[in-house]
């Protein structure tokens, strides 16, 4: 008999829910999960072996608990593209920004306590909720995926939850939140509990605007989460970080496991951070192909949600999912993220966005 997890004694609130799940198929254009599609540059690749090479002489040692250096580096990036002065003190990092919200989470969150969030948003905002413990609390969205700021600020009062979630550039809508927006949020979550106020910017460099770091001035419960599974182009690498009051950092550190970045996740972000510049250059072709997939789709006679991030949400169908099949039954992984009507690509190279193109335009000439 195949062992259920029902058979077992889980947690209450663990029973019938499903695991988070993108699916991992091998198909020749994959534009479902909003990595970057360069591979890493290979002078990049000899500096990562050679960091590595470095940190393996070593791994008898537990790593740098603190990550000192990462996190002076994360600390430089902020400071240099924001003009915003980022310190070391400012900076924690984790395995990935889930891992980043999760210790956030932790130390905010957990039983008794609620978050926030608005959605549809990043699905794991809720699932790491329901992870620590920590109640989920839907919060409301416009017809056209921004934030109603009215209806936010009411919920915020009703709910009094301990962490809101305000993504920007959001996912899977790509809708980026004005300043304003973030700032009256934060206001009434202090007036409200306080609580604290988590800006997720994992998309934040390929927005039209500016990342609202420099809202951490004189906010002592706001979080700028990040990634570089991104922009970086390093999703497999795991590294995300936030900045933040000192206090914050300090904070984190009683939920954080001991040395829970390796030596060779350490070495290797740092790596990457020595050549950001090149990592960086394919921002700017990404946002131009994030831009030609909106008009193309556009010209087709699709719905487009305007977009800040590296994908685009398209629509609207009566049938998303079956929608979904058909496009990738022409070789092409989109993301149905289950918001009714809607779908999500991903701004691949020049060549793959060619290709969802093809298959959306070919769905379009058999339904005329
Ligand atoms: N935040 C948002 C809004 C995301 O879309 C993602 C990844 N899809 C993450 C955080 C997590 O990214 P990672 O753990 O790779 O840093």
Redesign the pocket.
Known sequence: MTPRIDDLPVRDELRGKSPYG?PQLDVPVRLN??ENPYPLPEELVDRIAERVREAARNLNRYPDRDAVELRTGLAAYLTDTTGHRVGVENVWAA???????QQLLQTFGGPGRTALGFEP??S??GLIARGTGTGWISGPRNEDFTIDLAAAERAIAEHRPDVVFI?T????TGTAVPPETVRALYDAAQAAKPSMVVL?E??IEFSHGDSLLALLDGRPHLVV??????AFGA?GL???YLAADPAVVDAVQLVRLPYHLSAVTQATALAALEHTGTLLKYVEQLKSERDRLVSELLALGYEVTESDANFVQFGRFDDAHAVWRQILDRGVLVRDNGVPGWLRVTAGTPAENDAFLDAVRELKKEQT
């Open positions: 993108a999960t909003n395995n990935g920004s889930n891992e980043v919200i948003s990043y794991m905002h993504t550039p959001n996912n899977p997720d994992a998309y989460s990040r990634t570089m599974s991104k999703a795991r590294l995300g």
